[in-house]
T-cell receptor, first 114, second 113 residues
Framework: GDSVTQMEGPVTLSEEAFLTINCTYT??????LFWYVQYPGEGLQLLLK?????DKGSNKGFEATYRKETTSFHLEKGSVQVSDSAVYFC?????????????FGTGTRLQVTL | ETGVTQTPRHLVMGMTNKKSLKCEQH?????MYWYKQSAKKPLELMFV???????ENNSVPSRFSPECPNSSHLFLHLHTLQPEDSALYLC????????????FGPGTRLTVL
């Protein structure tokens, strides 16, 4: 079946450090890939997405490139801020039947300190 | 009110209680979802409703009973829960067509004593 594997957290970084959160996937067919972010006390929000191989999703300084050859969708940011502290979820979606079906990873907690 | 709202935000219940979680979306979507979020586990999709019909039920125990009276409202009725059912329950909604983004509510933190 479909699955998403994320690096274990927590990830602790100093402000302005470079961030990478690894994500790899297994899927039948050709999935779309997503990064969601969950701030404390809130639901999940879509951060970025990519729908086909070699697409790059980007938002708020975060980027991820859909790599079909390595089945990966690693999240990167050049300079993190304290406000980026949250849990980040990688997810995939295969072509839906009657409704979209997301498969999530376990989430990676990011803690950014001054 | 905009987006996806959930009530209550926190709920503590005994194993013999009956309670309901409510979700409402103001986005004009026609698909709604219940997820369970437990510590150190991937989000688990519990139920999917499409045009108010249940299209997915991922082997969820019968002590969880969903209801979707219209495309804007989704309920999760709870009865005789177990302590291991304690988790954050998230509601989401989306359009039906294509690979549409799901919009999530803030969740209900459920504790079963």
């Amino acid at each position: 079946g479909d699955s998403v594997t994320q690096m274990e957290g927590p990830v602790t970084l100093s402000e302005e450090a470079f961030l990478t959160i690894n994500c790899t996937y297994t899927a039948t067919g050709y999935p779309s890939l997503f990064w969601y972010v969950q701030y404390p006390g809130e639901g999940l929000q879509l951060l970025l997405k990519a729908t086909k191989a070699d697409d790059k999703g980007s938002n708020k300084g975060f980027e991820a490139t859909y790599r079909k050859e390595t089945t990966s969708f690693h999240l990167e940011k050049g300079s993190v801020q304290v406000s980026d502290s949250a849990v980040y979820f990688c997810a995939l979606m295969v072509l839906p039947g009657t409704a979209s079906k997301l498969t999530f990873g376990t989430g990676t907690r990011l803690q950014v300190t001054l | 009110e905009t987006g996806v709202t959930q009530t209550p935000r926190h709920l503590v219940m005994g194993m013999t209680n009956k309670k309901s979680l409510k979700c409402e979306q103001h986005l004009g979507h026609n698909a709604m979802y219940w997820y369970k979020q437990s510590a150190k586990k991937p989000l688990e999709l519990m139920f999917v409703y499409s045009l108010e019909e249940r299209v997915e039920n991922n082997s969820v125990p019968s002590r969880f009973s969903p209801e979707c009276p219209n495309s804007s409202h989704l309920f999760l009725h709870l009865h005789t829960l177990q302590p291991e059912d304690s988790a954050l329950y998230l509601c989401a909604s989306s359009h039906l067509t294509g690979l549409e983004e799901q919009y999530f509510g803030p969740g209900t933190r459920l504790t079963v004593l």
